[in-house]
């Protein structure tokens, strides 16, 4: 019964994950604490391994297709990777609640943002709605929709990168809620780019989470993960099918959706933590 729990609570990681790009290790953690019983701080191993493992399923298709933006992501992931270690030291003495709370509402915030931009004429594929907004943008694109990478542009997502690994060393998410709006609402990503990219940067940066974890000589059921392993590779299956059939303004609506729901599910844990 706890592997069939185990693999099925993989499968909605992973659906997550494939459909959106991130939320993969917002929804792990609070499974496996809730639903199988597992400590909080093995959880956050446990859905670094998990979230990490599933993404590679979701980045390698993608990345040979050529969906990836590899230079934007790579700037994240190693900003990601430094902050990841940080976020795990940071853990053993930050109030839990409390950080969980100014998280959700950060994400209430990112949820607004891209359902406002849902809304907006998509013109290109890869370009930014209106001229009005490539303006005030930090990160601007050509006409071939190539990211110009000027130092405003680099500073703007390493800052992003860091708080992303920070955030995944904290609470054992892989970042994806991070990482989709910031590429989206900030350097003009389409969010199907966008979602390829960001399972490219959560693969790394997980990475450097269970590094830090075991190096902190932190608990890791190694039987648990490839259960989780299992479900989140049947899940990333279905959700990048439902993501193809969907049209970037109503996945992005899906994203909003989620994450508003997530956001609600973390402050009522919050509150009774």
Known sequence: ??????????????FALGLTGGGGGVFAVPLLVYGLGVAPREAVGISLAAVGGTAISGALPRLLR????????LFFAVAGMLGAPVGSYLSKFLPGNVLLACFAVLMFIVAFR??????APMVSAVVCDA??????????????GELIFTSKCARLLVLTGLATGVLSGLFGVGGGFVIVPALVLFSGMH?????????????LISASGVASHFVGGKEFPLALTLEFLVGGFTGMWLGGLLA?????????????????????FVIVKSTLL
Do not use: Y
């Open 1 to 14: 019964m706890a592997a069939a729990l185990a693999i099925s609570f993989g499968c909605i990681v992973g």
């Open 66 to 73: 050529n969906e990836v933006e590899l230079r934007t992501g």
């Open 114 to 119: 891209m359902w406002q931009k849902s809304k």
């Open 131 to 144: 001229a009005s907004d490539r303006e005030r943008s930090s990160c601007q694109r050509d006409e071939n």
């Open 191 to 203: 969010i199907h780019r966008a979602i390829a990219t960001s399972l490219f940067v959560i693969v």
């Open 244 to 264: 193809k059939r969907l049209k970037g303004p109503t996945l992005q609506k899906v994203f909003a959706t989620a994450v508003v729901l997530v956001a609600a």
